[in-house]
C-alpha cells in the first residue's frame, strides 16, 4: 500500500520544523523533502508541492499565495498555516472542533487554512457561545492575551533570546509587554468571521518573559445583558459542545486547582500537548465571568493543530504524532 507523501514548504521554519519534528517518524505517511540548496528555488518548490498529497505551507502571507498559484497537480491537498486564506470564502477554517460538520468539510476539503494561535483560543471559547444564543452577536467582545515569545517566529526568538543573555537578570527584563496597539491586528478578522460577531473584538495581545505558553482571557460583564447567562449556563454550552472532543478539556466552573497559591492561574501547563484548556470563572451575584483558554501557541496554536488537520485530510488517526 502506498503511503501518502507530504511536503513541508518552509521546513527549517519555526513551524515548519515543528511539524516535520512530529512526523518524522511516522510510517503511515512519507515527508519528502527539499534539497536545502534549492529551497529558495520556486521551480523546484513547485515540483515537490505538485508531488505531494498534501503540501503544508509555512511561508509568509505573499509567498503561500504564490506558493498555492503553482499548483497544477488537481490530486495535491494544500493546508496553508499562514495568514493568507484565513477568511477566505473558497478555503476551509481548519479548527475540527469549531461545529458538528467542520471536521467532514475539512476532511473533503482541497484547500484547509491552518487557524491562528490566538483565534484558537477566542473561537474555542466564544464560538459555541454566540451560536448557542448564550451571548449575542453584538456583544462589545474584548480579549486580553499573552504569549511566549516563540510566537514570533526565528526572528523574534533570536532577538528575545540575544537581549535575555545580555540582560540575564529577571529585574532587569520586561515580563510583559503589550503590542498591537494600533487595533489592527491581522487576527480580528478570523475572529470575528468565525465566532459570528457583529464587530472585531479589541483585542490586545503580548508577549511575555517565557519562550511558550499561551493564555487567551475573555472577560464577560454579564450586568451589561438583558438577559444574562449565569455561570453555570456558560459552562454547561462549552462542556456539552466539546464533551466528545479530546484536545478540548474543559475544566470544572470555578476550578480553584487551576491557581497557584490559590490565587495565580498558571500559564504553561498546556505546554507540549495538542490541547486548548478551557475554564469558566464566575460570579452571579456581581454578573462578571471571565473565559480562559490555556494552549501551547506551537502545538494546538500551531504545528499541532496543523498535523491534526493534516490527518484528517489524508484520513489517517486524527491522534496521530499528538498528544493531549
Not at 89 to 107: C, K, L, N, T
Amino acid at each position: 500500500m502506498t503511503v501518502p507523501k507530504v511536503f513541508i514548504d518552509g521546513e527549517a521554519g519555526t513551524t515548519g520544523l515543528q511539524i516535520y519534528q512530529r512526523l518524522a517518524d511516522r510510517e503511515d505517511l512519507e515527508v519528502i523533502s527539499i534539497d536545502p540548496d534549492k529551497r529558495k528555488v520556486a521551480s523546484e518548490r513547485a515540483k515537490m508541492i505538485n508531488a505531494a498529497d498534501v503540501a503544508i505551507l509555512c511561508l509568509p502571507d505573499d509567498a503561500a499565495r504564490e506558493a498555492v498559484s503553482w499548483v497544477t497537480n488537481p490530486q495535491t491537498k494544500i493546508l496553508d498555516a499562514s495568514t493568507a486564506h484565513r477568511t477566505a470564502d473558497e478555503w476551509v477554517y481548519g479548527f475540527p472542533e469549531m461545529s458538528a460538520d467542520q471536521r467532514s468539510h475539512i476532511a473533503t476539503a482541497n484547500r484547509v487554512s491552518n487557524p491562528g494561535c490566538y483565534p484558537t483560543g477566542f473561537l474555542a471559547l466564544m464560538s459555541p457561545l454566540v451560536r448557542g444564543g448564550l451571548l449575542p452577536a453584538t456583544f462589545p467582545a474584548t480579549v486580553n492575551a499573552i504569549s511566549g515569545y516563540s510566537g514570533g517566529g526565528k526572528k523574534l526568538i533570536a532577538q528575545y533570546e540575544g537581549f535575555r543573555a545580555e540582560a540575564p537578570a529577571e529585574e532587569s527584563r520586561s515580563p510583559y509587554s503589550p503590542y498591537g496597539l494600533g487595533f489592527r491586528h491581522k487576527h480580528v478578522k478570523e475572529m470575528q468571521k468565525y465566532a459570528r460577531l457583529h464587530h472585531v473584538p479589541l483585542f490586545v495581545p503580548a508577549v511575555g518573559d517565557f519562550a511558550q505558553g499561551m493564555v487567551v482571557q475573555i472577560p464577560l460583564p454579564l450586568w451589561s445583558l438583558e438577559d444574562a447567562p449565569t455561570g453555570k449556563q456558560l459552562h454547561e454550552k462549552l462542556s456539552s459542545h466539546y464533551a466528545n472532543e479530546p484536545f478540548v478539556p474543559v475544566a470544572p466552573l470555578n476550578d480553584q486547582g487551576q491557581l497557584r497559591d490559590g490565587s495565580f492561574f498558571e500559564t504553561k501547563s498546556a505546554n507540549q500537548t495538542n490541547e486548548v484548556q478551557l475554564f469558566v470563572f464566575a460570579n452571579d451575584e456581581t454578573k462578571e465571568a471571565l473565559l480562559i483558554a490555556r494552549l501551547d501557541n506551537l502545538g494546538k496554536g500551531a504545528s499541532g493543530a496543523a498535523v491534526q488537520n493534516l490527518n484528517i485530510m489524508l484520513g489517517l488517526s486524527e491522534k496521530s504524532g499528538l498528544s493531549s
